[in-house]
Structure formats: structure tokens, C-alpha cells
């Protein structure tokens, strides 16, 4: 199979394309292809921006220097991230699963609208004690440029790092089952998510949470190949629930 991520022409019959997306039964695309040594690129990339800088840049204050605001911090990461992958992994954005629209099956393209409106309908009534008042005052408004872009674009940088760039390349070495169960293990209990053994909440359910959430994601994007899927959804999530926590 080509690095464009053509698909198979065969394709699942039966269910409706609107149907088939909720069980995951999306249209196979093939593997990416791409070498050993821009794999461990990939690895390389990861290191550095998870392990080294940190996702919320922690090496800054171990040299004293200030960490930017979320609303310039995580862009910047996002952007180096993606430039790291096209200029030192050597690698087109489909070869991460980042394919473009036109290339999406319209089991893809029907599940993605569904899940979209699916889960801004959801989040805006489960939520809605909590993002009336965030927006009653004219200063609320500004939460969405210095709030919920921010974490919407912080999820998407989460699926880059360890959808994108970690478990594409650990599937590639590894095979399906053990690069899913290594890379999701990492977003776990990884530096994304290490802080939470500090906390007050107790960190038992608190990990098994995430890894479930992270399953999730892991799979989709195991079973479509689709990048923007799994990081839009997670951006979504992520504004939400955390911008609606936010004081």
C-alpha cells in the first residue's frame, strides 16, 4: 500500500455508512510506509517533546524560565510537533494518519458529523449549569479564545503525540495488540498525566479513566487510520470538561 493511505477498494457490506462508524467497521486503509530510521525519528520526536520539554513544558522551570500561557504555549507545541514530524521524521501528514477530506470514506465522514454534533449537543446540556454563568458576562466570551482553544488544541496535540506519532510507529514495530497496550500505557501514566499521582482524588480510578478514554481513541484510530477524527473528538472533550472546571 502506498504512503498516501489509499484504501482497500473492498468494502464492508450490510450496515448502513451511517451506521458502521459507531462499531468501528470503517473501510481498511493500509500501513503506513515509511522506514526504521524515520521510526525512530518519530521515537526521537516523542522523547524530546514529552519526556525532555514536557507537555506542559515543564523544563522551563527547571531552568527558570517562564512557561507561557496555554493560549501560546500549546499552539507552539502543536506546530512544533507537526514540523518536527514533516522535517525530521521525513514523513507526509497522511503517513501519521492526518488524510485529507477528500480522501475519507463516507463511513468516515458520516461518523465524524454524527459524533461532532453528537458531542457538542451532549456536553452543552450535562454542562450547562456550569457554561451559562462562564458566558452571561462580556468577559466570559473571552474564555473562548484563552480557554477552550487552548485545551481543544492541547487534546489535538495528545492524539499527535501518542496516536500519531507514538502508536503509529510502536504498531509498526510491534504489531497492533502491544504497540496499542505500550503507547495507551504511556498516555496513562506517562508525563501527561504523572501529576495526578500528587493529587487529593484517589489515582486508582483516576488512571483507569484515562486509560479507558485512551483506549477509546487508541482503537478508532487503530481501526480507521484517521487522525483528525480521534483529535477533533479528543479537542472537544477536552474543552469542555476541563474549561468548564477551570475557576
Known amino acids: 500500500m502506498a504512503a498516501s493511505g489509499r484504501r482497500d477498494p473492498s ?16 473501510e481498511k486503509r493500509g500501513a503506513p510506509a515509511y522506514g526504521a530510521a ?8 516523542f522523547v524530546a517533546l514529552e519526556g525532555i520539554l514536557g507537555p506542559r513544558l515543564a523544563f522551563f522551570g527547571l531552568l527558570r524560565l517562564p512557561i ?4 501560546i504555549r500549546v499552539p507552539l507545541q502543536l506546530g512544533l510537533a507537526l514540523l518536527a514530524v514533516r522535517l525530521i521524521a521525513g514523513l507526509k501528514p497522511a503517513q501519521i494518519g492526518f488524510h ?3 480522501d475519507w470514506s463516507r463511513t468516515e465522514k458520516s461518523y465524524f458529523v454524527q459524533t461532532v454534533l453528537l458531542a457538542n449537543l451532549i456536553f452543552s446540556i450535562v454542562l450547562a449549569a456550569r457554561l451559562g454563568p462562564m458566558f452571561e458576562e462580556t468577559s466570559g466570551w473571552m474564555s473562548l479564545g484563552t480557554v477552550f482553544l487552548p485545551l ?8 499527535v503525540m501518542y496516536r500519531g506519532i507514538l502508536q503509529t510507529e510502536l504498531m509498526r514495530r510491534w504489531g497492533a495488540p502491544l504497540g496499542i497496550l505500550v503507547s495507551n500505557s504511556l498516555y496513562t501514566l506517562g508525563p501527561l498525566h504523572f501529576y495526578h499521582f500528587s493529587g487529593t482524588a484517589p489515582a486508582l480510578p483516576m488512571f483507569a479513566a484515562i486509560f479507558a478514554i485512551g483506549l477509546f481513541f487508541a482503537l478508532l484510530f487503530k481501526r480507521s487510520g484517521n487522525l483528525w477524527m480521534v483529535a477533533i473528538f479528543h479537542g472537544i472533550g477536552n474543552a469542555y470538561i476541563v474549561g468548564t472546571l477551570r475557576p
Do not use: N, V
Not at 12 to 25: E, R, V, W, Y
Not at 68 to 71: D, R
Open 100 to 102: 485529507p477530506w477528500r
Open 11 to 26: 468494502k464492508p457490506q450490510g450496515l448502513s455508512a451511517h451506521l458502521k462508524g459507531h462499531i468501528f467497521l470503517f
Open 68 to 71: 507561557p500561557p496555554s493560549w
Open 38 to 45: 524515520a521510526g525512530l525519528r518519530l521515537l526521537l520526536i
Open 152 to 159: 481543544f488544541l492541547f487534546g489535538f496535540y495528545q492524539e
